[in-house]
């Protein structure tokens, strides 16, 4: 067994540190506190080759490896968790659902566009009576001539508002039950195609999340991603890439969480002595800094188990389900750690706490990860 990481992957960490630290760190807060998606950090992102690091070099990408992309991720979410997230579900899902599965056209006309960081894309699932439920969606795609007719709302949609190539998915033929999906590319300004309530969120505030409403929204037969019936098959597969990448995001945040802990316990003197002389906090720092090395081995494993072209579904969720309760447990304990300063506006372990919440909630609930992780072991 090898734990070390390769060269390449170790500058990608050091690189990406140095990128946070000059243009994320200076705006994570106004970012979070307006809740604004910062258009010109996704331009010096695109620049630095960072929206495309597993995609090969012929489509716009680096042509690393998917691990190399993970820890990228892990150490952008330590600086802001919204743009690790926004990164994690362009790379991981939008972009990594083309390679695997788009035609050479699709590959050229939408996944080098993405790799390059000139376009976001988006994961269009969830709908407001179909979460966890996805067989209960509704949408529907009404094969027309050569064209595709989507009918449907679907909520929760994150760059809904600022994406420009949507993954969406639809019933082809209902009666087929799991086969009876699909999944389709949309490009932002199709007629038919719309952006409904933007949501106000509690946090993970830069990441822009919406509805998306679709009115006999008629769509090209050749943007049919992988064969008709196949949509439900390349979401899971979407799942898997994706939840590796909040497995990163979520360590990430847990870093930040260690980071702000023993910074602030070391300055902050009470009865005479800095709080991390208390067993009680030093403690607290413990668990968190065995969580942390927990939650990156279990993320970066499920990330190898995919570059070695293993099945990874189950490693995948189990990272999620580990390191974002880990990210949780451990945000609300740093807050503590932080006393009052931590509960005001401008502690970063605030913010943290925020963040945190949502990994336990999207591409899967804890519970649903549960439910992939018993499925998998009870067979
Ligand atoms: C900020 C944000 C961003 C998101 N981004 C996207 C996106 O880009 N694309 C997209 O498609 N979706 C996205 N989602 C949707 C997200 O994946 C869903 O919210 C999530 O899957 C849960 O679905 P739900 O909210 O409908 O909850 P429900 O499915 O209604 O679940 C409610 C509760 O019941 C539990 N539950 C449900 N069924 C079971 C069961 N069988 N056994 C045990 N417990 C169960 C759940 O675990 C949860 O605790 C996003 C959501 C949010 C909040």
């Known amino acids: 067994?090898?734990?070390?990481?390769?060269?390449?992957?170790?500058?990608?960490?050091?690189?990406?540190r140095e990128f946070t630290e000059k243009h994320v760190d200076p705006i994570a807060v106004e970012i979070d506190e307006t809740s604004r998606h910062p258009e010109e950090l996704f331009k010096k992102l695109a620049e630095g080759g960072w929206m495309g690091i597993p995609v090969p070099v012929e489509y716009g990408?680096?042509?690393?490896?998917?691990?190399?992309?993970?820890?990228?991720?892990?150490?952008?979410?330590?600086?802001?968790?919204?743009?690790?997230?926004?990164?994690?579900?362009?790379?991981?899902?939008?972009?990594?659902?083309?390679?695997?599965?788009?035609?050479e056209d699709q590959k050229k006309k939408f996944l080098a566009p993405m790799a390059r960081g000139e376009k976001l894309g988006a994961f269009v699932l969830t709908e407001p009576g179909a979460g966890t439920d996805v067989m209960a969606a509704t949408t529907t795609a009404v094969k027309d001539g050569n064209d595709y007719v989507l009918n449907g709302t679907k909520t929760f949609t994150s760059n809904g508002p600022t994406g420009d190539t949507y993954f969406v998915f639809a019933w082809t033929d209902k009666a087929a039950g799991r086969k009876g999906m699909s999944a389709f590319i949309v490009p932002r300004g199709t007629p038919g195609m719309e952006v409904g309530t933007h949501f106000k969120k509690m946090g993970l505030r830069s990441s822009q999340t919406s509805e998306m409403v679709f009115r006999n929204c008629r769509i090209p037969q050749e943007n049919l991603l992988g064969k008709e019936g196949a949509g439900l098959l390349m979401a899971m597969t979407g799942f898997d890439h994706g939840r590796t990448g909040i497995a990163a995001q979520s360590t990430g945040i847990l870093q930040a969480a260690l980071d702000e802990s023993i910074r602030y316990s070391k300055e902050r003197v009470q009865f005479g002595q800095p709080i991390s002389r208390q067993q009680?906090?030093?403690?607290?720092?413990?668990?968190?800094?065995?969580?942390?090395?927990?939650?990156?081995?279990?993320?970066?494993?499920?990330?190898?188990?995919?570059?070695?072209?293993?099945?990874?579904?189950?490693?995948?969720?189990?990272?999620?389900?580990?390191?974002?309760?880990?990210?949780?447990?451990?945000?609300?304990k740093a807050v503590q750690i932080h006393g009052g300063y931590g509960y005001v506006k401008g502690a970063k372990v605030e913010r943290l706490m925020r963040d945190a919440k949502i990994t336990e909630i999207y591409e899967g609930t804890s519970e649903a990860q549960r439910m992939v992780i018993s499925g998998n072991v009870l067979r």
């Open 1 to 16: 067994m090898d734990f070390k990481l390769t060269e390449e992957q170790e500058l990608i960490r050091k690189n990406m």
């Open 61 to 103: 990408g680096s042509g690393s490896d998917y691990l190399t992309h993970i820890v990228a991720v892990d150490e952008l979410a330590r600086s802001c968790a919204s743009t690790g997230f926004t990164v994690s579900i362009h790379v991981g899902i939008a972009c990594m659902l083309v390679l695997l599965f788009g035609t």
């Open 280 to 332: 009680a906090i030093a403690w607290m720092i413990a668990d968190m800094a065995t969580d942390l090395q927990a939650a990156r081995f279990l993320t970066y494993h499920a990330a190898w188990m995919k570059d070695q072209g293993k099945p990874f579904s189950k490693e995948a969720s189990m990272a999620k389900l580990f390191t974002s309760e880990a990210a949780m447990r451990h945000t609300i």
